[in-house]
């Protein structure tokens, strides 16, 4: 007879956000309760529920929001990867650039030139610190900077949908959202 579930070593679930709003972060824990019986089979190890800054060397599963904006992004994405045996697009942003893409028709100099300096209260000019991450010239879904081994659509993706992901996906069944579950609003 096979040990139950609790018995066996608990899977390693991660979760960051790149440029996202946390909307997805506040999904996942749509799924209420049931967070206790996933709690018997996996802990969380790099999340913001956490406030673990660096991931383990070996995750199982790895949970990532939001767009690549930015240098910091793109260096948290690799490191991300690196660590996580599998890795997820939550949402939206992740999927394909989502909200913060939509700055991909404009300027980027020309965006920094009208919020700060023509916007902007204070002194009117672009923030320069050298330790501001980077912008870059267009937003990014994750897939065009690491392999993604699975989607989520959904702006955000609702609780339902993320947790009938997870328990297929520990199951060891391919993860099957119906259509009911996928959603945009
Ligand atoms: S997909 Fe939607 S909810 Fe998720 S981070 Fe992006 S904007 Fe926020």
């Known amino acids: 007879m096979p040990p139950p579930l609790a018995a066996k070593p608990k899977l390693k679930i991660a979760t960051t956000s790149l440029s996202g709003c946390f909307g997805c972060h506040t999904s996942l824990c749509d799924i209420d ?19 673990i800054k660096h991931c ?8 990532i929001e939001g767009s690549v904006c930015n240098a910091e992004n793109v260096h948290v994405l690799r490191e991300f990867r690196a660590s996580c045996k599998i890795l997820v697009a939550l949402g939206a942003c992740a999927v394909n650039g989502g909200l913060p893409a939509s700055r ?29 991450p980077l912008l870059l010239d267009k937003v990014r879904p994750i897939n065009e900077v690491v392999r993604i081994d699975y989607f ?10 993320i947790w009938k992901f997870l328990t297929d996906l520990i199951a060891g069944r391919m993860p099957r959202l119906e259509h009911g579950l996928l959603r945009f609003d």
């Open 33 to 51: 309760e049931r967070i206790l019986e996933l709690a018997e089979v996996a802990e969380f190890d790099r999340s913001p529920l956490t406030d």
């Open 56 to 63: 383990s060397a070996h995750v199982d599963i790895g949970l």
């Open 104 to 132: 991909n028709a404009l300027d980027v100099a020309d965006c920094l030139q009208r919020v700060y300096c023509e916007r902007g209260v204070g002194r009117h000019q672009v923030p320069n610190d050298p330790e501001l």
């Open 152 to 161: 989520i659509p959904g702006c955000p993706p609702s609780g339902d949908a």
